[in-house]
């Protein structure tokens, strides 16, 4: 197999999209995304996520691929390959920025040199790894045959050349009144040394930093341009050397190994989101991924969202299990508020999505639905004064939905119809889940009302549930129940957290 | 050069954060008035005593020991001691007074004012050499011995000669020799500043032998931003050099710093000792135990602050509480529990910081934290409100609280009825035992307080503040089982110079000083 892609297995089915799916905001997918891809602006990488694969096979080459960078060495590899790409480009970016000649030629003079060692760097670390990924193994086979041709071979022996001969420059000023004096360096004593030496049994510790910074320009002023010109003088054939090696390796970068420093990136970004989380010991994995069965399940899962935030924070993130045996294809969750429904219904949506990325999902273990479509309606605060408009809006958009849908879709409702009558938002809900019910498409439905949950075989109900001696304790845990509307209280010292039983757990000594 | 007189191997640091507590100990602890006493109206001394009271909490007993060493040497040498401050004093007011404002952006203005301020300080180093030379003797402690020694050791003569040849090479008469490599993009970079190989003939002028290659180009006079230019090169040369000597100032000014503030924690000990043998209360240096050792017995303790703000010796306190995690203290409103649980306090923080205690014996272990937990009297607004106000400072003490700490509860929880309070408090105290943390709790909550009487716990006490049968008050406290009821009416009885016996025999209860609080 020719190496293509390390994203695509299909070289036809490389595809990227620009516009942003209309379910990210409701799933909080797009806060995933921003995260993944924060500080890899220059990759571009955000149409790769707005694009879910359609086969699953085309996910499972991702898979091994993601799996295969698991591996911490390997990992870090591609990581130095790319940093050492990312500092070539901002060399040739400056190289064109100088004005005097020595200086663009000595920047792009760096910039191979940092390509050829990532190449090099690269071929080795690889060379010295089990792969067993499709797209790894092909990847290296191009690569090793490309560092291995005599254009890169003679590119290289050239650059290291030059370099060296450059490293021996050395030279001494003499600065007194308006005159400076160039010469070569003939070993003389660093002076600061010794007069630090002599100060040194004052050392207190930490003083302040006298040393001024000095301009950071990378251009020069023209009493340094002229210094550098009787330095070229004190060494002359070296800069004609110079002269000429820019002059002949103008082409040097290879098209193919610009594209995977890109798309390795994907999973570069994907595997450091994760890895914070990892490290608080949430579960990841790679979910079976089937367009046929729809007993799917998860165990062990939560928003990715949320708890990159309270990872971040510091908090404990709460994890939940879902499954669907023989007929059941609907989650209907009810509980208290702030029970954490909602954030169930992202988990669904989120992990189904992710899956067909084919990037692992939280959870110790999964089997994942290959859904066609994903919809998403989740309930907005704003709007409510038309209470009207906003109830068709909301029928209108269902529909809408329902239209689209197949029976390889899936839909997550949260608290919809709440701006209307009890009776109106039970009577609409049922017709809803009616139709969902008989289409055979997955759902998750977060709602209030109790009654959904009884409504079909299909149906399994999920609870919020709380700490049964104390109720106002949410535990973030939903269950399968039957929904049971439970009433909470609120005990003051359990509040503060300072019963015997918290402060024996808060205070770890 | 090190001080090392507040520890044996570290300074003191002014600018250490304090624990966030801080304000809650001065507040309940009146700490104030010691800070004042010890500062004698010196801003200075006043901040060094609040932070070396309130970040003592650490301190094991080897470092109370060394201080305890040190501030007996002090006592003893006071002229010597106060001579020694006034030259650091000295040192940094002229640094400041004569040089300030000259920070620069340009290394040759760096250079230039470093080497007036080494000059001055040259100077004052020689002075304190001299103290050293005459008095070491008569220091028997271990921190000023290696004090001493150490300045006989590191500024000899030779040294100041050495000091004295560089400050006068770094004038540059011959012009700045700098070296440089290509940096990137072949920009000059690593200027290091060079001595010339002969000091006689510049390398110029040396013609003889393989004669090097020079290339010498002048600056155009009207060339401005050449001439600016110029004087960068010359700049980054000598930058490394001028840190250097910058640093070194600053170093010597540190040294003085520390020297002022390690010494002012010392002075301000001297002041408190003066003004409490003015009023003839006695002090003693405490023997500071480990934590394991669970030491807590005194004789005589007064409260400091009381005596010096009334002006006059008041009570001592006796009490042995060795391997009591628990004291809870109970009784008559007014009969000293407040004074008595200040006093803790207060001895507490002077212990762990090396000072002396107001009492005429005392032993304690260390602790690591300290906490008070008072009950406040500004917010009285709704109960609930001041019930949550209150759990929330336990709330903050929790996160806070360290293996060795110690509480000290004065009349917390009260904000609710009785039954509750005393719940709270239980489940609280009764944790803070289980981790092994020192309580003292002053508390009207009969209920709680009961309760751990009747478990008969070895490591609890239970004192109770006197009264005597006439209904006047002995301000000591006793050892004693918690009473149901806190002499209220005694302190209406004075107030309102009436007897209302139908109310007391009653009940007894409703006349705690909580009534503000009570539907």
Not at chain 1, 475 to 493: F, H, M, N, S
Not at chain 2, 25 to 50: H, K, S, W, Y
Request: proline content about 3%.
């Amino acid at each position: 197999m020719t190496f293509q892609s390390i994203l695509f297995k299909n070289p036809e089915d490389v595809k990227e999209t620009v516009t942003v799916p209309g379910f990210f905001g409701d799933l909080n997918l797009d806060q995933i995304i921003d995260a993944i891809t924060a500080g890899k602006d220059e990759y571009n990488l955000k149409p790769f996520f707005y694009t879910p694969l359609n086969d699953i096979d085309a996910i499972v080459y991702r898979q091994e691929i993601m799996q295969e960078l698991e591996d911490e060495t390997l990992f870090e590899q591609i990581k130095s390959f790319a940093q050492k790409i990312r500092t070539m480009r901002e060399h040739l970016a400056q190289a064109s920025k100088l004005h005097y000649k020595y200086q663009k030629e000595r920047y792009f003079l760096d910039a191979v040199e940092i390509y050829c060692d990532a190449v090099n760097c690269l071929v080795d670390d690889l060379s010295l790894t089990e792969l067993k990924s499709r797209g790894f193994l092909a990847f290296r086979e191009y690569l090793t045959n490309y560092s291995q041709s005599e254009p890169f071979s003679s590119l290289l022996a050239e650059t290291k050349k030059l370099q060296a001969e450059l490293a021996t420059v050395k030279y001494c000023l003499l600065i007194k009144g308006n005159r400076i004096s160039v010469r070569k360096y003939e070993g003389e004593i660093d002076y600061g040394k010794e007069v630090e030496k002599t100060f040194e049994r004052f050392r207190q510790g930490a003083v302040k930093d006298y040393r001024v910074e000095f301009s950071t320009w990378l251009d020069m002023n023209h009493i340094e341009a002229q210094i550098l010109d009787l330095v070229t003088r004190l060494y002359p054939d070296i800069f004609l050397h110079l002269d000429n090696y820019c002059a002949e390796n103008g082409n040097y970068l290879d098209e193919t190994i610009a594209v995977f420093d890109r798309e390795i990136q994907f999973y570069i970004a994907y595997l450091e989101y994760i890895a914070i989380l990892k490290q608080k010991g949430l579960k990841f994995c790679y979910p079976q991924i089937t367009n046929k069965c729809k007993e799917i399940y998860d165990y062990e899962g939560f928003d990715l969202a949320l708890a990159y935030k309270l990872a971040r924070e510091g908090a404990t993130v709460v994890c939940n299990d879902f499954y669907l045996r023989g007929k059941e294809r609907i989650f209907v969750v009810t509980g208290p508020n702030q029970g954490g429904k909602t954030t169930f219904a992202r988990t669904f949506g989120q992990l189904h999505y992710l899956a067909s990325l084919g990037c692992p999902v939280p959870g110790r273990e999964a089997h994942l639905f290959l859904f066609d479509k994903l919809f998403t309606h989740f309930e907005k605060e704003e709007n409510i004064k038309n209470l009207y408009g906003k109830l068709q809006d909301d029928l209108l958009r269902i529909h809408d939905i329902l239209s689209q849908s197949t029976s390889n879709s899936i839909i997550i409702m949260n608290e919809i119809f709440t701006s209307t009558t009890l009776k109106d938002a039970v009577y609409l809900s049922r017709k809803v889940m009616e139709k969902i019910i008989q289409m055979d498409l997955l759902c998750v439905c977060v709602t209030f009302i109790d009654e959904l949950a009884f409504l079909s075989e299909k149906i399994v109900s999920m609870v919020g549930t709380v700490v049964p001696e104390n109720p106002a304790v949410r535990t973030y845990k939903i269950v399968r129940r039957p929904a049971d509307g439970l009433a909470y209280a609120l005990a003051i010292a359990e509040k503060y957290r300072l019963t015997y039983d918290w402060l024996m757990e808060r205070i770890k000594l | 050069m090190k001080v090392f007189l507040m520890y044996k191997d570290r300074n003191f640091d002014l600018q250490q954060e304090l624990p966030s507590n801080a304000q809650a100990l001065i507040q309940d602890l009146a700490l104030d008035t010691l800070f004042n006493a010890m500062a004698c109206g010196d801003e200075f001394l006043f901040e060094v005593a609040r932070k070396a009271l309130l970040a003592g909490l650490n301190n094991d007993p080897d470092i109370i020991i060394y201080r305890q060493d040190i501030l007996k040497d002090c006592l003893e040498n006071p002229a010597i001691i106060r001579a020694i401050y006034d030259i650091a004093i000295e040192s940094i007011e002229r640094e400041k007074k004569n040089y300030l404002g000259i920070f620069s952006r340009y290394p040759a203005a760096i250079l230039h004012r470093s080497l007036e301020v080494l000059q001055l300080f040259v100077e004052m180093l020689k002075k304190l050499r001299t103290i050293a030379d005459e008095h070491a003797g008569k220091f028997r402690s271990e921190g000023f011995t290696a004090f001493f020694k150490m300045l006989n050791r590191e500024l000899s003569d030779e040294y100041f000669a050495i000091i004295q040849k560089h400050l006068r090479e770094l004038q540059f008469r011959g012009g700045v020799l700098i070296s440089a490599e290509l940096g990137k993009g072949n920009k000059g970079n690593n200027y290091i500043l060079r001595k010339p190989l002969d000091k006689k003939q510049g390398w110029m002028e040396r013609i003889f032998g393989p004669r090097p290659a020079v290339h010498t180009f002048s600056i155009a006079e009207r060339d401005e931003s050449g001439a600016r230019a110029l004087a960068e090169l010359k700049d980054r040369g000598i930058n490394l050099v001028a840190n250097a000597l910058a640093q070194s100032a600053d170093h010597i000014l540190a040294f003085f710093k520390t020297l002022r503030a390690e010494l002012a924690f010392y002075i301000g000990c001297l002041n408190l000792h003066g003004r409490l043998s003015s009023i003839e209360e006695s002090v003693c240096f405490p023997l500071p135990a480990v934590p394991g050792e669970r030491r807590y017995s005194f004789k005589g303790l007064y409260d400091a602050c009381l005596a010096l703000t009334l002006g006059r010796k008041v009570v001592g306190n006796d009490v042995n509480a060795d391997r009591k995690d628990l004291v809870i203290i109970t009784g008559a409103n007014q009969g000293g529990k407040s004074t008595f649980l200040r006093s803790i306090g207060l001895a507490q923080l002077m212990i762990q910081c090396g000072m002396f205690v107001p009492a005429e014996f005392f032993c304690a272990s260390t602790c690591d934290g300290l906490f008070t937990h008072y009950k406040r009297e500004e917010d009285v607004t709704m109960k609930s409100g001041k019930l949550d106000e209150e759990l929330n400072r336990m709330s903050d003490i929790v996160d806070l609280i360290t293996a060795h700490s110690m509480v000290l509860f004065n009349e917390s929880f009260a904000a609710t009825n009785e039954r509750e309070g005393s719940e709270i408090a239980r489940q609280i105290v009764g944790a803070l035992l289980d981790k092994h943390i020192r309580v003292f709790f002053v508390t009207h909550l009969y209920e709680f307080a009961h309760s751990f009487y009747d478990k008969n716990m070895a490591n609890a006490l239970f004192l109770r503040a006197e009264r005597q049968d006439d209904g006047s008050r002995t301000l000591k406290l006793i050892v004693g089982e918690p009473l149901q009821t806190s002499y209220g009416e005694d302190l209406y009885n004075s107030i309102f110079g009436t007897s209302c016996p139908s109310d007391s025999a009653s009940n007894p209860a409703c006349s705690s000083d909580n009534s503000l609080v009570m539907d």
